[in-house]
């Protein structure tokens, strides 16, 4: 019998040069997560695109989420969250697929969403102007964090007050914790959640984008009660556990490469274009989500049999020497098209026009503000969140001046 490979225990604090050793070997490895769940896990670009769109490929949680359970080495918990919070489109294959991100996709268009940037520079603004020269802050807790969730919250309609119970059942969710914590974490949010989608539901119809979704009736068709509360989770986890991560990883990059920080100074039309190098660079994103192979499937010449799981390092795929040149460099000038941080295929971000122009916004306004915001820590002392999924500092230490 031959021994898996398995992650080094600290691979997610230093993922990249796990990847660079992994992808110099083959396109694809089997091997264990740090926790000890086996999967395949693809690590060059051109295989990476392959698998998050081959037909072979299923993310049917319903049917392969028991693989969870039957690849792990007994030390990985039972993560099965709430089933009222599983009914979602990025657990789901056409046709249900198709149904749900129909019913959402209108509200997320990029002209729609561009409706939005007034409000987005505003609630910026707002957190910019409690900070001041001088101080120390944690920039993820003081603007990287609420700027997107107060966005993700407004959207659906849930009270502000209600984002640190958020922050906190969220945070549970995505990063290793007991099982315990997990389903306590789990059972409150979809509480929560179910009292919001039902005194929508019983409400008058207004034009707020999920008042919008609640009562949405597309030729008959409606999103069941516990649809909307998957869908409003979803929406919730999706649209602030990356988006505070992309501030977070971009702003560190900067700070890191201080020519690269001098040219959007210098030049801040460029922050928008730029979004897709930091995108590439460090996406908030590690491994994409849950996906299983329903037959054999063929990866640049290794054959994944049926019933593996399939993770893809999107991270990992956008560093590929093969794709971009000087991977590992940031340069804010370079095309960085084609790149996977918001995946590909039918599951491809819905989300991706909000969270490029809340980035745009937050940068803008942030170099604007504090043009010699200085890293507050050395970057070897800085902690990445104990997750496969999410690729995010724990803290980010500033000096804002
Ligand atoms: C920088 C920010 C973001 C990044 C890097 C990102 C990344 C991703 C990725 C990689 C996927 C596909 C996962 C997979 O195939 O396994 C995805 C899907 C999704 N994202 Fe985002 N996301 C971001 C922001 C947002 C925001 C702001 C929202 C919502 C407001 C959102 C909503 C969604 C939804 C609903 C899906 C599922 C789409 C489907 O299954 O068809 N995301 N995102």
Same mark, same amino acid.
């Given at each position: 019998?031959?021994?898996l490979?398995?992650?080094?225990?600290?691979?997610? !604090?230093? +993922?990249?040069?796990?990847?660079?050793?992994?992808?110099?070997?083959?396109?694809?490895?089997?091997?264990?997560?740090?926790?000890?769940? =086996?999967v395949?896990?693809?690590?060059?670009?051109?295989?990476?695109?392959?698998a998050?769109?081959? +037909?072979?490929?299923?993310? $049917?949680?319903?049917?392969?989420?028991?693989? #969870?359970?039957?690849?792990?080495?007994?030390?990985? &918990?039972?993560? &099965?969250?709430?089933?009222?919070?599983?009914?979602?489109?990025l657990? #789901?294959?056409?046709?249900?697929?198709?149904?749900?991100r =129909?019913?959402?996709?209108?509200?997320?268009?990029?002209?729609?969403?561009?409706?939005?940037r007034? @409000?987005?520079?505003?609630?910026?603004?707002?957190l910019?102007a409690?900070?001041?020269?001088?101080?120390?802050?944690?920039?993820?807790?003081?603007?990287?964090?609420?700027?997107?969730?107060?966005v993700?919250?407004?959207?659906?309609?849930?009270?502000?007050?209600?984002?640190?119970?958020? @922050?906190?059942?969220? $945070?549970?969710?995505?990063?290793?914790?007991?099982?315990? !914590?997990v !389903?306590?974490a789990?059972?409150?949010?979809?509480?929560f959640?179910?009292q919001?989608?039902?005194?929508i539901?019983?409400?008058?119809?207004?034009d707020?984008?999920?008042?919008?979704?609640?009562?949405?009736?597309?030729?008959?068709?409606?999103?069941s009660? &516990?649809?909307?509360?998957?869908?409003?989770?979803?929406?919730?986890?999706?649209g602030h556990?990356?988006?505070?991560?992309?501030?977070?990883?971009?702003?560190?990059?900067?700070?890191?490469?201080?020519? !690269?920080?001098?040219?959007? =100074?210098?030049?801040?039309?460029?922050?928008?274009?730029?979004?897709?190098?930091?995108?590439?660079? &460090?996406g908030?994103? $590690?491994?994409?989500?849950f996906?299983y192979? =329903?037959?054999?499937?063929?990866?640049g010449?290794?054959?994944?049999?049926?019933?593996?799981?399939?993770?893809?390092s999107?991270?990992?795929?956008?560093?590929?020497?093969?794709?971009?040149? $000087?991977?590992?460099?940031?340069?804010?000038?370079?095309?960085?098209q084609?790149?996977?941080?918001?995946?590909?295929?039918?599951?491809?971000?819905?989300?991706?026009?909000l969270?490029?122009?809340?980035f745009?916004?937050?940068?803008?306004?942030?170099?604007? @503000?504090?043009?010699?915001?200085s890293l507050?820590?050395?970057?070897?002392?800085?902690?990445?969140?104990?997750?496969t999924?999410?690729?995010?500092l724990?803290?980010?230490?500033?000096?804002?001046?």
């Amino acid at each position: 019998m031959t021994t898996l490979t398995r992650l080094p225990d600290d691979y997610v !604090q230093n +993922p990249h040069e796990v990847h660079d050793l992994l992808r110099a070997e083959g396109p694809v490895q089997e091997l264990q997560l740090p926790r000890g769940l =086996k999967v395949w896990l693809v690590t060059r670009y051109d295989e990476a695109k392959l698998a998050l769109t081959a +037909p072979q490929v299923s993310k $049917n949680v319903l049917e392969g989420g028991h693989l #969870m359970a039957a690849h792990s080495s007994g030390e990985v &918990e039972n993560r &099965e969250i709430e089933p009222t919070l599983s009914v979602h489109m990025l657990n #789901m294959d056409p046709p249900g697929h198709t149904r749900l991100r =129909k019913l959402v996709t209108k509200a997320f268009t990029a002209r729609r969403v561009e409706l939005m940037r007034p @409000r987005v520079q505003e609630i910026a603004a707002e957190l910019l102007a409690k900070l001041a020269d001088g101080d120390e802050v944690d920039l993820l807790e003081a603007f990287a964090f609420p700027l997107p969730i107060t966005v993700i919250c407004e959207l659906l309609g849930i009270p502000i007050d209600n984002r640190a119970d958020f @922050r906190e059942w969220s $945070n549970q969710l995505l990063t290793f914790g007991t099982a315990e !914590q997990v !389903q306590a974490a789990a059972s409150a949010m979809a509480a929560f959640l179910h009292q919001h989608v039902t005194a929508i539901a019983e409400a008058e119809p207004n034009d707020t984008f999920f008042s919008a979704l609640v009562h949405a009736d597309d030729s008959g068709d409606r999103l069941s009660t &516990e649809e909307l509360i998957s869908m409003a989770f979803l929406l919730l986890v999706a649209g602030h556990e990356t988006t505070v991560n992309l501030i977070g990883n971009a702003v560190l990059a900067l700070l890191r490469n201080p020519e !690269q920080l001098r040219v959007l =100074k210098d030049r801040p039309e460029l922050i928008p274009a730029s979004t897709e190098e930091f995108l590439r660079l &460090e996406g908030p994103v $590690n491994v994409a989500t849950f996906r299983y192979t =329903k037959e054999p499937l063929d990866l640049g010449g290794v054959t994944v049999p049926a019933g593996e799981i399939v993770m893809v390092s999107l991270i990992a795929a956008n560093r590929d020497p093969e794709k971009y040149e $000087n991977p590992a460099q940031l340069d804010v000038t370079r095309s960085a098209q084609g790149h996977l941080a918001f995946g590909h295929g039918i599951h491809f971000c819905l989300g991706a026009p909000l969270a490029r122009l809340e980035f745009d916004v937050a940068l803008t306004q942030l170099l604007a @503000r504090f043009p010699n915001l200085s890293l507050a820590a050395e970057p070897e002392t800085l902690v990445w969140r104990d997750s496969t999924l999410i690729r995010g500092l724990h803290t980010l230490p500033v000096r804002l001046a």
